[in-house]
């Protein structure tokens, strides 16, 4: 079976936008996964912290210490 020019273009730009549509998808699940992680983090971090001193907001040495473990937290995971 032959098929045209016309024909075959219109298969590839059919399959290019579902490939397209299927890699989005992908990505959408994959920021609502790193979001989940990085709430749960942030959730597990400042329970830990509260619990040895309920008081670490008002403690500027204690918000340095978790800001630069973060940046480095960063810096491992991204390689910057």
Do not use: C
């Not at 040495?61 to 978790?66: E, N, Q, R």
């Amino acid at each position: 079976m032959k098929i045209t020019k016309r024909q075959l273009r219109r298969i590839i730009k059919e399959e290019k936008a579902k490939l397209l549509k299927e890699s989005r998808a992908v990505d959408y699940r994959l920021v609502d996964d790193l979001d989940s992680l990085r709430y749960n983090v942030v959730e597990e971090i400042l329970g830990r912290v509260a619990m040895h001193n309920r008081e670490w907001r008002n403690d500027p040495a204690i918000k340095k210490h978790l800001i630069d473990m973060l940046d480095q937290m960063k810096r491992d995971l991204f390689l910057v």
